[in-house]
């Protein structure tokens, strides 16, 4: 008798954490659905900075031709492609579309791939406004005077897009709309706002710097051996007095990020453990926990006295990802369908973090140790 009243102890407070677990991030979502900002198209101040977009590119032939016109189009002072070594014709492809393309220096002792780029490309620029895409971003037409209007209201040294996820098929639905859901249901958008540098965020595939701020802090120079360069720039940015600010990027940017989900895995992978801090351990409670909270309420035997509290943590790991995905603007049936796989999304995040766990990581033809 006392081993049962123990067991339907240890439900209740498993049920109760787990729901309040997903509740939590369910009031943070609401929280941004008041206060995150949407780009929306504005055209470019007449008499207004200088702006130089920044493209790293290794191996981007495959997407240029969809992404770069865009960009020329926006009608910045100056579109930047650093070729970083490609061998599928980037740099000659990029030149035809109307880009300005630097041949890529090698890469030095103590330097990872992108931070390098970057730095390059910051040293040739010459705007007054620094901002670097990824070579997969889509710009819309007024993306830029979005951007830079949105730099100017925030009144921010540094402004990071969350571009709208452009999923096509079923593979690369399974995982690559979490980058959403982890930025939209973990941070409140006011935290930004605070002083302290953990309290810091920002999404490298699209980045606008005021110049002057990016060079007395010491621009890519600060992360120049780190995978996670875009949020750890951020932090010592702000550590350093730099005032942070982010946006939705609606339907001004895109971004195709990922075409399948070995090709989400590889990029995860790389990830996961800087966003751990460091941490294997940390690395492993978070599996263990999303598996707790999302999965095992599927497992487990609806008994009468737990029945509602178990068919609500349910509803609610569904709910998620729709209301992301409602949040960024993507509403298409198959956009909100994604709900259904939360159960089986820690599963599917398992190699993830298997590969995470390894000691070196390889992207882009470069291995990095962890």
């Given at each position: 008798?006392?081993?049962?009243?123990?067991?339907?102890?240890?439900?209740?407070?498993?049920?109760?954490?787990?729901l309040?677990?997903?509740?939590?991030?369910l009031?943070?979502?609401a929280?941004?659905?008041?206060?995150?900002p949407?780009?929306?198209?504005?055209?470019?101040p007449?008499?207004g900075p200088?702006?130089?977009?920044l493209?790293p590119?290794?191996?981007?032939?495959?997407n240029?031709?969809?992404?770069?016109?865009?960009?020329?189009a926006q009608g910045a002072?100056?579109?930047?492609?650093?070729d970083?070594?490609?061998?599928?014709?980037?740099?000659?492809?990029?030149c035809?579309?109307?880009a300005r393309?630097?041949?890529?220096?090698?890469l030095?002792?103590g330097?990872?791939g992108?931070p390098?780029?970057?730095d390059?490309l910051?040293?040739?620029a010459?705007?007054?406004?620094?901002?670097?895409t990824?070579a997969d971003?889509?710009?819309g037409?007024?993306?830029?005077g979005?951007?830079?209007?949105?730099?100017?209201?925030?009144?921010?040294?540094?402004?990071?897009?969350?571009?709208k996820q452009?999923?096509?098929t079923?593979?690369?639905?399974?995982?690559?709309p979490?980058?959403d859901?982890?930025?939209?249901?973990y941070l409140?958008y006011p935290?930004?706002?605070?002083?302290?540098p953990?309290?810091?965020?920002?999404n490298?595939?699209?980045?606008a710097?005021?110049?002057?701020?990016?060079?007395?802090?010491?621009?890519y120079?600060l992360?120049k051996?780190?995978?996670l360069?875009?949020t750890?720039?951020a932090s010592?940015?702000?550590a350093?007095?730099?005032?942070?600010?982010?946006?939705l990027?609606?339907d001004?940017?895109?971004?195709r990020?990922y075409?399948?989900?070995p090709?989400?895995?590889?990029?995860?992978?790389?990830?996961?453990?800087?966003l751990?801090?460091?941490?294997r351990a940390l690395m492993?409670v978070?599996?263990?926990?999303?598996?707790?909270?999302?999965?095992?309420?599927?497992?487990l035997?609806s008994?009468?006295?737990g029945?509602?509290?178990?068919?609500?943590l349910r509803?609610?790991?569904?709910?998620?990802?729709?209301?992301?995905n409602?949040?960024?603007?993507?509403?298409?049936?198959?956009?909100?369908a994604?709900?259904?796989?939360g159960p089986?999304t820690?599963?599917l995040a398992?190699?993830?973090?298997?590969?995470?766990?390894r000691?070196?990581?390889?992207?882009?033809?470069?291995?990095y140790?962890?």
């Amino acid at each position: 008798m006392k081993a049962a009243h123990s067991k339907r102890d240890w439900a209740r407070v498993y049920r109760s954490v787990a729901l309040g677990f997903i509740v939590s991030k369910l009031v943070v979502m609401a929280v941004n659905a008041v206060t995150f900002p949407r780009l929306r198209p504005r055209s470019l101040p007449a008499g207004g900075p200088r702006v130089s977009i920044l493209i790293p590119a290794r191996n981007e032939a495959h997407n240029l031709p969809r992404t770069l016109p865009g960009v020329v189009a926006q009608g910045a002072h100056e579109v930047l492609i650093l070729d970083d070594h490609s061998t599928d014709g980037t740099g000659e492809l990029a030149c035809r579309l109307g880009a300005r393309v630097i041949r890529g220096e090698d890469l030095p002792e103590g330097w990872f791939g992108k931070p390098w780029a970057c730095d390059q490309l910051a040293r040739a620029a010459t705007g007054d406004i620094l901002i670097f895409t990824d070579a997969d971003v889509t710009w819309g037409p007024g993306a830029l005077g979005a951007v830079v209007h949105q730099l100017e209201a925030s009144g921010a040294d540094l402004l990071s897009a969350l571009p709208k996820q452009d999923n096509q098929t079923p593979g690369e639905r399974l995982l690559t709309p979490l980058v959403d859901l982890v930025v939209l249901s973990y941070l409140p958008y006011p935290v930004l706002s605070l002083p302290f540098p953990a309290a810091s965020a920002a999404n490298g595939q699209l980045m606008a710097f005021r110049r002057d701020t990016f060079e007395r802090a010491g621009g890519y120079r600060l992360v120049k051996n780190e995978v996670l360069e875009d949020t750890l720039l951020a932090s010592r940015l702000k550590a350093q007095g730099g005032r942070l600010a982010m946006a939705l990027g609606g339907d001004c940017i895109g971004v195709r990020m990922y075409s399948s989900y070995p090709e989400s895995v590889r990029g995860f992978g790389k990830n996961s453990l800087p966003l751990h801090l460091n941490s294997r351990a940390l690395m492993t409670v978070a599996l263990a926990g999303h598996l707790a909270v999302y999965t095992l309420p599927w497992l487990l035997p609806s008994s009468s006295s737990g029945l509602a509290a178990l068919r609500l943590l349910r509803f609610a790991g569904l709910l998620e990802r729709p209301l992301t995905n409602l949040l960024t603007g993507r509403r298409k049936p198959a956009d909100l369908a994604e709900g259904l796989l939360g159960p089986v999304t820690p599963l599917l995040a398992v190699p993830v973090y298997l590969r995470a766990m390894r000691r070196r990581v390889t992207w882009k033809g470069r291995a990095y140790r962890q």
